[in-house]
Every structure is written in C-alpha cells, then in structure tokens.
C-alpha cells in the first residue's frame, strides 16, 4: 500500500485517510473483504449524524463507562475493523477500565488472528491479548465468532462488542452478559439488542470514553448505578432517529440540494 499522500487542506482528508487505514489493513491481513462494506455503511450513517458525536452518544457512553466501572471482569473485543481503526486507543481504552482485551473474529483465520495481535503489540509489546486460543464456544452460536477465551468473553459479566455484530450481541444477551455495542447503524440487531448502544464513529467514541473513564473514576458505586439507572437505551436510539429526522428535514428546508451559482 503507498504512502497517503491527501494534503490536510481536503476538505474529506480525515474519511480518506480512515479509508487508506482500511485498506493498508486489508492488504496487511487484518480485514476481511467484508469488513470494507462495513465501514462504508458506517460512513453512510455518519453522514447521517453529521460526523459529530450527538448528545445521545454522549448519554450512552456515560452510561457505558458507569457499567464499565462496576464490571468484574469486563472485557473489549477487537475485530480487524477496530484493529485497523483505533488500535491504540482500543488498548488505552482496556487500560484504563482495566478489562481484557479479545479478538473474536466472524472470518476467522489463524493467519488473520496473528495479524490483528501484531497491529495490537506494535502498540504495545507486553499487552495481554486473549482469544489467540480459544476454548469455549458461545451456545447457538456456530459461526467463528462463537469461539471464545475461557478469560475472557465467557467468564465477562459486561463486553464492549464494537460495530455490526448482531449474531453475537444476540448469543451474549441470552449467557446474560451485559453487552455494549458501538454501532453507527442503529437499525442494525447488534444495536437494537445492545443493553447499550453507542451511535457513534468508533474514531470519536473510544477517545471520548477515555476522557470519561477519568471523569467518573472517582464517583461512587452508588452514583455510577444512579447513571445506569437514569439511562433508556430504547429512548436513546429513537432520539437518534429524531435527529436524523430533524437535521435532513432542515438541510431540505436550507437548500442544500441546489447548486452553487457559478
């Protein structure tokens, strides 16, 4: 893969230059073909929401981090589009929460799992990296992905499923795991069966985590459960549609359709 060469005056260079960290993942082994597909119907939701982090992504990684933060054993999966986008935030993320981390993959491959362990490692050397050997299977779920580290996704009480991955959010809802998802199609099953889903770039929300994993920290068991208790997950898809719905309605109202005059 050359070298990305968009100057930083393009008015699109940060959606190109994720868009070359998708395709230098492909070609590295990372990505599956598949998960090119994904990303662009990612940017066609964010499109959607402006390329913005909306106060109802805010609301749900607040509620998100509240969990996180009374979890026993959390865990943050990885798949090749995460390792391919926000490798390091993805570790300081774990970190700071002080989850594992595990690749858990739909395509999966040996040769794919070495891959996304190297992108994680070049991070960080000494990071421990779970699911390189898995030995639990998630009842009815026959795919790849239901193959899981006995540390990790099967002994976790709150995961942190990141983009489209409905089969096993749905799988992981009914072991009674507490899952969060991050998701920019809310209309995807990985979001609407989510305990919580953020609509959200994952660009944008696991940096805006962090900040809040230091913001609530110090808050008590009881002001974390009053977060979770305040938060309605049905509530915060539908205000995202209300604000799609909203902002298409006044871009048609300004015009937005007609062509500069030249």
């Keep these: 893969m050359g070298e990305f060469k968009v100057p930083k005056s393009h008015p699109r260079y940060w959606s190109l230059y994720y868009r070359h960290k998708i395709e230098e993942a492909l070609e590295a082994g990372i990505l599956a073909k598949a998960g090119t597909m994904a990303h662009g119907r990612g940017e066609a939701f964010d499109y959607l929401i402006g390329e913005r982090t909306i106060e109802p992504a805010e609301r749900a990684m607040r509620a998100a981090v509240a969990k996180l933060l009374l979890a026993k054993h959390p865990v943050v999966s990885v798949n090749g589009n995460v390792a391919a986008l926000v490798p390091k935030e993805t570790i300081e993320l774990a970190k700071v929460l002080d989850a594992r981390l595990e690749i858990n993959l ?157």
């Design 106 to 262: 739909f395509y999966r491959t040996e040769e794919r799992v070495r891959a996304i362990e190297e992108a994680l490692r070049k991070h960080d050397p000494d990071i421990e990296i779970l699911g390189i050997n898995p030995t639990k299977r998630i009842p009815n779920l026959e795919s790849e992905r239901g193959k899981v580290d006995e540390e990790g996704i099967w002994k976790a009480d709150v995961i942190v499923v990141p983009l489209e991955d409905g089969d096993r959010t749905e799988a992981l809802v009914a072991m009674g795991k507490f899952v969060i998802t991050v998701d920019l199609n809310l209309l995807s099953r990985s979001a609407r069966m989510a305990d919580i889903t953020i609509v959200d770039n994952i660009i944008r929300a696991y940096p805006r985590m962090i900040e809040i994993v230091e913001e609530l920290r110090e808050k008590s068991k009881e002001e974390l459960e009053a977060i979770l208790k305040g938060y309605d997950n049905e509530k915060t898809l539908s205000d995202v549609l209300i604000y799609i719905r909203d902002r298409l309605g006044d871009l048609a109202k300004e015009g937005i359709w007609r062509r500069r005059e030249l």
